[in-house]
């Protein structure tokens, strides 16, 4: 793969679904919440389900996959235009996200707070259907939410932030259907945590000459040029952390050859991890959408 232009690494393309098929007055909404970048929506998703898998012990029940489906596609959008009117004056200045709509003046502030709102508003209806618990434990996670987009200013290791409120579901999970969060759930959701900062790390490459232009900080100025084998680890850390995890939560044996496939897969990324080439970097962090397809795919085989 060659190096890409400076412009394609924006993550808004022109001309797409969005611009072609929505109003003109839904557009930077549709944006905001990612709709058109729905990665963050699997990558929030993925583990999520793979801990009702592993809390149900099998399929759960459709009600309650339906429920937190929308309950991470709406959290994740929350965050996301949170994450937005944080840095709207930053994100001009980013090649990746300078055609967001804050940060392009498509809508102001104010718009894209009702917007916030709105989208706050339905994830507590969403709440209302699940136990007193659960939604104990859903509340816990707006620190981190509304935290998370002012890290980058105060610390090299936001990703981590992000990675404890991406994954924030698996507990919610295991709330819902187990009534507690065992010890294994708990290292479940670090291990999730450590992968999340691996392949943030990786996308964090992309920006990494903006942001130090910027002031801004993440793991990969920290990591520096030793940032394959940080990366490296944070993933041998989150497999660890998964192995270990389901063999407390009883998981079947055919759960280490899901864990050993997913290990696989992650060597691969960090072997093809290129610090000079942003554009690989990206197409690596897309890539974990699948890291996510297969830890879900390894909690159902275990449960058999």
């Known amino acids: 793969m060659t190096t890409s232009s400076r412009e394609d690494l924006s993550d808004i393309q022109p001309g797409d679904w969005v611009d072609r098929r929505l109003p003109i007055a839904w557009r930077p909404y549709a944006r905001l919440a990612r709709l058109d970048r729905p990665v963050g929506i699997w990558l929030t ?12 012990h099998g399929v759960p029940h459709l009600r309650t996959a339906v429920i937190f ?12 235009t949170i994450n937005d ?3 709207r004056n930053y994100d001009g200045h980013v090649e990746r996200t300078r055609l967001r709509p804050l940060a392009c003046g498509q809508i102001d502030t104010t718009q894209a707070t009702v917007f916030l709102c709105a989208q706050l508003v339905l994830s507590g209806l969403l709440l209302l259907l699940l136990t007193p618990y659960t939604r104990l434990i859903a509340i816990c996670v707006l620190p981190l939410v509304f935290i998370y987009p002012f890290c980058k200013r ?10 404890a409120a991406f994954n924030w579901g698996m507990l919610m999970a295991w709330a ?3 009534g507690h969060i065992p010890a294994g759930a708990v290292l479940m959701w670090f291990g ?3 992968w999340q900062i691996g392949y943030d790390t990786v996308y964090a490459y992309v920006d990494v000459k903006d942001d130090v232009r910027l002031g801004l900080k993440s793991t990969a100025i920290f990591f520096g040029a030793h940032g394959k084998i940080c990366v490296g680890l944070c993933y041998a850390c989150a497999v660890s952390a998964w192995a270990l995890g389901g063999w407390m939560l ?6 280490a050859v899901g864990v050993a496939v997913i290990a696989g897969h992650l060597a691969w990324q960090t072997w093809q991890l290129d610090l000079k080439r942003p554009a690989v970097n990206f197409g690596l962090f897309l890539t974990n959408v699948l890291t996510g397809a297969l830890l879900a795919g390894a909690a159902l085989v275990g449960t058999w």
């Open 250 to 255: 009883e998981m079947s044996s055919v759960y």
């Open 69 to 80: 489906t929308l309950g991470a596609l709406l959290m994740r959008s929350a965050g996301s």
């Open 192 to 194: 999730a945590i450590a």
């Open 154 to 163: 105060i610390t090299h290791w936001p990703q981590a932030v992000l990675g």
């Open 45 to 56: 998703l993925l583990p999520c389900w793979a801990a009702l898998i592993q809390a149900a």
């Open 85 to 87: 009117i944080a840095d």
């Open 176 to 178: 819902e259907i187990g």
